[in-house]
Structures are given as structure tokens and as C-alpha cells.
């Protein structure tokens, strides 16, 4: 592509880069880290579909790759350092191969990366993306192009995302950026800057676009969706979901994540009185001790944890909570960790997602508290953890054998083409026959029998 802009140049022909591209620019974009990177990716697909590039699939095709990278563990950003490094005989091959790293490794190393990594031309971070035009034809001029930028306004509010997940049935809608919680590990305050909400009329004209489109299902996304927060009250958390909801009942609405200081009971009523709001919470506890919890900067405690999830079994009874726990967090005893393993059996969580805790540079745990736990012991308790959790999940999973739920129906089982899948309310995959239903469909199914991680059923009806 470079070579042929470069014959432009030399002609000495004006550059209309819209016009010009058409399409014909490949572009392959790599997702990692959380749902909201993903969210981003697809503003970032619309971005540059303007300016004329087109996504590909193949990345040996391409002509600008694009990383958008995640920063929250040591392990994820290695990750990605290995597959930069992969991507790294391609440029031997394609002089005019670009490689941008955008997203929250972007943000956190900034410069670092063009020198360490050699072989990458942009590093963008994720308030940066509307530049992303400009910086891809400076860096198709041989320099270096650099944004991370972090803004207190942008929250891309008016961009259409080009949709990337391949169902049409379930979309990613971001409602916020950033966090202001500052818990004492988290890097995200710094890589993705102060919390803002985005104006509501842009939301629910994206959900109503989606559901135009035929989509199923749309999941709002914040670091901390309970502190979303419209013209100084005017529309908060609630009245979003609510709002949502209330565009068509056949739209199912997810939302995540819930933070346990925040979640208020209106959230909570809001989500039991639609019936289209799924009866599914992630409420990250981290952990179940509260020395720990104060160390970590959580802002509230363990009787205040299991308080929430008082609130949340009288208000919503059917609903299915999951959580994300840190093992080996500074300081952390065997009595802590015995206080985690014991909240994680109180509430019974449905799933977790479970990690060693990861230091990270700049952030106050960094600065201030030793991560003197031992990596063996680390690994031991993150073990007893997941082994806990596995139990727990098929016990709530054999809980549901017998029963009766709405289905929408995502896909066809990786295991046999002769099966869909779908999830339940409760975020629960259950897998099924085929029978005539087609992805987007409602179906009731009624579950026969389960693993730690799936149901298994039979359709019993069409919705
Ligand atoms: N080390 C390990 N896990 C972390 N998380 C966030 N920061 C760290 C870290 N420094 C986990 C938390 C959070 C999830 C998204 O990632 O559990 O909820
Ligand atoms: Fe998402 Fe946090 Fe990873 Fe950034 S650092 S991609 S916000 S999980």
C-alpha cells in the first residue's frame, strides 16, 4: 500500500486519503484484556473505516496491525510482547508493514515501547483513537507516531462501532471510560484515565441501531457501571438499565461490571422488575478478608460485601452472582486467604475469575506495600481457589438440572455441528440440539444434565 502512496507522492499528487483508500488498506486489529477492549476495537474499526481501511482477517495480508493491549497483569503484557515478536518477520518481508500498540499498554508505557520494541510505528492509548488517521499517515511518512493523551471528556460518544463479534446477536455498548476508584493494585486508573459517563441519547441510539440490526442482546460496559452518572443525576445507573430495557422486551440487557460499594438497591429493584434485565451480577469481591480489602483500597468490608449479597438474594432471588478474586496480595496470612476461601462458600459463587496478584509499576501498592508473599505460595492458594470455585460451580449447576429456562441461542457448539448454544438469564451456556432453531432465536430448554462449566439440555419449546 506504502508503495503505492510513495508513487503518489512522488507524482506529487494531492493526497485525498479518504478517496484514496477506499477500502483498500487492510487493516487486522488483535483484541486482548477485558470486554471494554473489545468495545474499543470496534470504535477504533469505525474510525479507520472512514478513513479507508478495511478489515482483514489474514494479518500476513495486512498492511497496518493494529494490537489494542491490556496492562492489568505482568503475564497479559508478556503475552503481547511474544506476539509482537511473531509479527516481527513480517516487517522483514513488507517493508511498508505499519504495527501500531494502542490501548492500555500503550497508555502505561508511552514511549518506552517505540524504543524498546523496535518494530512498532504507533502507540496510541485509549483516549487517542480519533487521532488514530492522523498518526497512520505520520508514521507511513517514517516517523514514529505517538498519542496516549488521557482526556476527561472523550468517551467516543457519537461513533458508531463497526461490530466485530461475528453472531449479530449479542453487542458490546461502552456507557463509561475510566475509574476513579483507585484500588491500591489497579492499573487502570492510570492507563485509562478519570471516569466519565456518556451522554444517554447517544447510548440508547446505539442499542436501538442494534436491535434495528437484528441483535439479541447488548451488554453496557463500565469499569464501574454503578457509578455511571448523566448531568449530575438526572440519569443514573438505574435509569439507564431501565431506559434499555424499556426500548423492546425482546432485547436482552447485560451489564458490566458492579463494584459492592456502589450497587445500589434501585439498581437492584430495577434488574427484578424487567424481565428482559438478566438476573446475572458480577460483583468482584477480590477478597474475603478485610484487612486485606482496606490494604487493597476497596472502600468497604467484608460484612458490607456480604451485606450486598443479602440485598441481592432477597430483591432478585433467581439471580446468579459471579466474582474476581487477587491471591497473594501484600501482607496476605493463611488466615486471609482462609477468609477468602470461606466468603467464596457463604455466597456460593456461580463462577469466578481467579489471578495472582501481579504487581504493577506507579500504582500505590507498588509504591507503598511489599509483595512479599512467596510465588509458591501464590500458586498453592490460587489452586485451592479454583478448586473451591469448581466445586461451587458444578454445585450450582447440578442446582439447575431439572430446570426450565429461556434461551437465546448464540451459536453452534464447538463440540458437534448438530448443537447450539445458548445462555440462560444467568449467564449459564447450556448446550442443545439443534432441532430447527437458529441463532438470534428464544427457545425454552429444559436442562438434563451439567458439568463444572456447562448445562446440557433439550428444547422443549419455541418462545
Ligand atoms: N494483579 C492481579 N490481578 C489484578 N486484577 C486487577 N489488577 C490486578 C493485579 N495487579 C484483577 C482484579 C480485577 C480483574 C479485572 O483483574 O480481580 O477485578
Ligand atoms: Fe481492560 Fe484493565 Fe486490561 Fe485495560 S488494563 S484492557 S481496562 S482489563
Redesign the pocket.
Known amino acids: 500500500m506504502v508503495n503505492i502512496l510513495a508513487e503518489r507522492l512522488k507524482n506529487d499528487e494531492p493526497l485525498d486519503r479518504k478517496k484514496f483508500r477506499k477500502g483498500a488498506y487492510r487493516l487486522y486489529i488483535e483484541t ?3 470486554q ?2 473489545v468495545a474499543d476495537s470496534e470504535v477504533v474499526l469505525s474510525i479507520l473505516n472512514e478513513a479507508g481501511f478495511g478489515l482483514t482477517d489474514d494479518y500476513k495480508s495486512a498492511d497496518l496491525i493494529l494490537i489494542n ?4 497483569r505482568d503475564n ?1 503484557e508478556q503475552r503481547i510482547f511474544n506476539r509482537l515478536n511473531e509479527f516481527k518477520h513480517l516487517k522483514k518481508r513488507n517493508k511498508s508493514l505499519l504495527i501500531g500498540i494502542i ?2 499498554m500503550a497508555e502505561r508505557l508511552k514511549e518506552k515501547l517505540v524504543e524498546k520494541e523496535k518494530l512498532v510505528d504507533l502507540v496510541v492509548g485509549p483516549d487517542a483513537y480519533r487521532s488514530l488517521p492522523d498518526l497512520v499517515e505520520e508514521a507511513e511518512s517514517g516517523q514514529k507516531a505517538i498519542n496516549v493523551l488521557l482526556s476527561r471528556e472523550e468517551t467516543y460518544a457519537e461513533i458508531s462501532p463497526v461490530r466485530l463479534s461475528k453472531n449479530g446477536v449479542s453487542a458490546f455498548v461502552s456507557i463509561m471510560r475510566g475509574c476513579d476508584n483507585m484500588c491500591s493494585y489497579c ?2 486508573p492510570y ?2 484515565g478519570r471516569e466519565r459517563s456518556r451522554d444517554p441519547i447517544t447510548i440508547l441510539s446505539e442499542v436501538q441501531d442494534l436491535i434495528d440490526n437484528g441483535f439479541r442482546e447488548v451488554t453496557l460496559l463500565g ?1 464501574n457501571v454503578d457509578k455511571y452518572n448523566w448531568n449530575n443525576g438526572m440519569v443514573n445507573f438505574a435509569k439507564l438499565l431501565a431506559m434499555t430495557a424499556e426500548l423492546d422486551p425482546d432485547l436482552r440487557v447485560r451489564f458490566s461490571t458492579s463494584y459492592p460499594q456502589d450497587m445500589t438497591d434501585e439498581v437492584l429493584h430495577t434488574i427484578a422488575k424487567y424481565d428482559n434485565i438478566c438476573k446475572y451480577i458480577h460483583l468482584p469481591v477480590q477478597s474475603g478478608s478485610t484487612a486485606i480489602l482496606k490494604k487493597m483500597k476497596r472502600g468497604y468490608t467484608r460484612e458490607w460485601y456480604m451485606d450486598r449479597i443479602r440485598a441481592i438474594r432477597t430483591i432478585i432471588p433467581e439471580c446468579a452472582i459471579s466474582s474476581d478474586f487477587i491471591t497473594g496480595f501484600c501482607n496476605e496470612t493463611e488466615e486471609d486467604h482462609q477468609e477468602t476461601l470461606s466468603i467464596m462458600k457463604w455466597v456460593g459463587f456461580d463462577y469466578s475469575y481467579m489471578f495472582k496478584y501481579s504487581e504493577r509499576p506507579d500504582t500505590y501498592a507498588a509504591k507503598r506495600l511489599p509483595d512479599d508473599v512467596p510465588e509458591e505460595v501464590k500458586s498453592r492458594r490460587l489452586k485451592e481457589i479454583i478448586e473451591l470455585q469448581n466445586q461451587l460451580s458444578l454445585e450450582s449447576n447440578r442446582r439447575d438440572v431439572g430446570g426450565i429456562f429461556k434461551v437465546l441461542v448464540e451459536g453452534e457448539s464447538k463440540k458437534s455441528s448438530d448443537r447450539l448454544f445458548g445462555r440462560n438469564s444467568q449467564n449459564k451456556v447450556i448446550v442443545f440440539d439443534k432441532q430447527n432453531a437458529e441463532i438470534g432465536d428464544y427457545v425454552i430448554v429444559k436442562v438434563n444434565d451439567c458439568s463444572s462449566a456447562t448445562l446440557l439440555g433439550e428444547i422443549i419449546r419455541f418462545k
Request: with cysteine; aromatic share 6%.
Open positions: 486482548y484484556g477485558c471494554m477492549n493491549t491490556c496492562a492489568i497479559a490501548g492500555c492499573v487502570v492507563t485509562r469499569q
